[in-house]
């Protein structure tokens, strides 16, 4: 079964260093989204991508964040200069469709700033 | 703006006993509702998902979901639990024809007693 992966799945970075966070969907997926959880926390919407452009955003994901799919297969979340409050678990996900389709989550990255 | 909420953190079950994990939802218009599972380690899987027709759905792993508009509520029931049901649960709330992104709630803990 077709299934989103995600490297690294630990990152630790020091803070105010770049971090880029990969992510391969499901092949023919059309709609790209991250989400984060911070421990205890709720997972929370970061950013939708279709059509090579952000189709929605959240407040959480502000100049200092970054998309792309600079190929056919990977889509990438940038952080520019890591915050402390940046740590926390990275999701990837993937549909085939947009507003009515499954949201088929990779495993995370978590993401450790110190 | 849409919300969910889980009003169990953990819930401590026997094998082999029912199960049942409630969400409330808050949105304004039909919503799309999911309800996902997280394993140590693993990323979110879907278990069922809501949108429309039948107010009971069936989901994998024997698992089951009643969508009650008047409750606004959405809970996931499972008649026999088995140890490897031991994960975290998350209800979600999609936006529908108003965007993309999934709002979880807080997540309840299951844990499975021999």
């Known amino acids: 079964e077709p299934e989103v992966t995600q490297t690294p799945s630990h990152q630790v970075t020091q803070m105010g260093q770049e971090v880029i966070l990969r992510c391969v969907p499901i092949?023919?997926?059309?709609?790209f989204y991250w989400y984060r959880q911070i421990l205890g926390q709720k997972v929370e919407f970061l950013v939708s991508?279709?059509?090579?452009?952000?189709?929605?955003k959240s407040e959480i994901f502000d100049d200092q964040f970054s998309v792309e799919r600079p190929d056919g297969s990977n889509f990438t979340l940038k952080i520019r200069s890591t915050k402390l409050e940046d740590s926390a678990m990275y999701f990837c996900a993937s549909s085939w469709e947009g507003t009515t389709d499954t949201q088929y989550f990779g495993p995370g990255t978590r993401l450790t700033v110190l | 703006a849409q919300s969910v909420t889980q009003p169990d953190i953990h819930i401590t079950v026997s094998e082999g006993a029912s199960l049942e994990l409630r969400c409330n939802y808050s949105y304004g218009a039909t919503p799309y509702l999911f309800w996902y599972v997280q394993s140590p380690g693993q990323g979110l899987q879907l278990l069922l998902k809501?949108?429309?027709?039948?107010?009971l759905v069936q989901g994998i792993k024997g698992f089951e979901a009643e969508f009650k508009r008047s409750q606004s509520s959405f809970n996931l029931r499972k008649p026999s639990v088995h140890w490897s049901d031991a994960a975290e649960y998350f209800c979600?709330?999609?936006?529908?024809?108003?965007?993309?992104?999934?709002?979880f709630g807080g997540g309840t803990r299951v844990l499975v007693k021999p």
């Open positions: 809501y949108f429309s027709g039948d107010t």
């Open positions: 092949s023919n997926h059309l709609y």
């Open positions: 991508f279709y059509n090579n452009e952000i189709s929605e």
């Open positions: 979600a709330v999609g936006a529908g024809a108003a965007g993309n992104k999934l709002t």
